[in-house]
Nanobody, 117 residues
Framework: QIQLVESGGGLVQAGGSLRLSCTPS????????MAWYRQAPGKQRELVAT???????TYSDSVKGRFTVSRDSADNTMYLQMNSLKPEDTAVYYC???????????WGHGTQVTVSS
């Protein structure tokens, strides 16, 4: 089993920055892929960024060039550096992980990001 805990959310003005963390526990070295999702009120959860065990990253078009996903190989903590934040980035941000067996089964409880205009 893998447990995920997000942190680093908060309230920031448009144009500001935040850094989110996703700290895994349990069988952390079985993780082969990690991702950030977000869900705004009244909207579906959307994929923001992914990072593989080899460090390959992908981004949604809406955050490309502003957000950077990274991962600490020592403990598989994943980060999301968010720059040039916009009000439309306001959402609950969730961490997601895959161990190659569970089809991306593991989720954190989310951290709120609010960007004021």
């Amino acid at each position: 089993q893998i447990q995920l805990v997000e942190s680093g959310g908060g309230l920031v003005q448009a144009g500001g920055s935040l850094r989110l963390s996703c700290t895994p526990s349990g069988k952390i070295f079985s993780i082969i892929g990690m991702a950030w999702y977000r869900q705004a009120p009244g909207k579906q959860r959307e994929l923001v960024a992914t990072i593989s065990s080899g460090g390959t990253t992908t981004y949604s078009d809406s955050v490309k060039g502003r957000f950077t996903v990274s991962r600490d190989s020592a403990d598989n903590t994943m980060y999301l550096q968010m720059n040039s934040l916009k009000p439309e980035d306001t959402a609950v941000y969730y961490c997601n992980a895959d161990d190659g067996w569970s089809d991306w089964y593991y989720w954190g409880h989310g951290t709120q990001v609010t960007v004021s205009s």
